[in-house]
């Protein structure tokens, strides 16, 4: 399978999660890039047509912000897990952490929001200053961790330091189902 392939399947099935249709099928096996177009132009107007598409097809507007997703690292010890969540610019009072149960194991789920910088409207000489371009994410963020089954769900910790989330699961021998709840950020 190709890089084009696997993008096109990421595609579909991002769709089918936001519509919860099947994408339309394609009557070509590609959509060929015309010779007097630009190439980066043409992928940059196809993507906006497509995110347009997508905010049509949820009932959203594509100007809302949509949800990101933070990076995670994961380490492994006999006796721990340990994730390591980086949220730069999120404020701990806006960030929540919690584990639940689902039919495919245990998750743990972060969620939160970071907003722009100087929030509440910057100037600069009585003018408000308005955002040309982000390189990085602003808004919801939402990251779903599958945990192993061995893992002491009642023991599980977080701390948040510097703008990196910590969260530390010990290990267990037998596995055991979980209660859903909030784990308190120290």
Same mark, same amino acid.
């Given at each position: 399978m190709t890089e084009i392939d696997e993008t096109i399947g990421k595609v579909e099935n991002l769709y089918r999660s936001l519509t919860g249709q099947e994408a339309p099928e394609l009557k070509a096996p590609f959509a060929p890039i015309p010779a007097e177009r630009d190439p980066v132009e043409?992928?940059? +107007?196809?993507? +906006? %047509?497509? $995110?347009?598409? =997508?905010?049509?097809?949820?009932?959203q507007p594509t100007a809302q912000p949509q949800a990101w997703t933070p990076l995670v690292s994961l380490w492994e010890s006999p006796e721990e897990l340990l994730l390591s969540?980086? =949220?730069?610019?999120? $404020?701990?009072?806006?960030? +929540?952490?919690?584990?639940?149960?689902t039919p495919q194991? $245990?998750?743990?789920?972060?969620?939160g929001r970071r907003g722009p910088p100087q929030a509440g409207g910057a100037t600069t000489n009585g003018n408000k200053l308005v955002l040309l371009r982000a390189e990085h994410p602003i808004g919801i963020l939402r990251r779903v961790i599958p945990l192993p089954l061995n893992v002491k769900t009642d023991q599980i910790a977080s701390t948040f330091q510097d703008g990196v989330l910590t969260i530390r699961a010990? %290990?267990?021998?037998?596995?055991?189902?979980? $209660?859903? %709840?909030?784990i308190p950020i120290t």
């Open positions: 043409h992928v940059q +107007e196809q993507i +906006e %047509r497509l $995110n347009q598409i =997508l905010g049509v097809a949820t009932g969540v980086d =949220l730069p610019g999120v $404020n701990r009072q806006g960030l +929540e952490v919690s584990i639940q149960g194991g $245990n998750v743990i789920i972060v969620t010990p %290990r267990q021998q037998q596995t055991t189902p979980i $209660n859903a %709840r909030n």
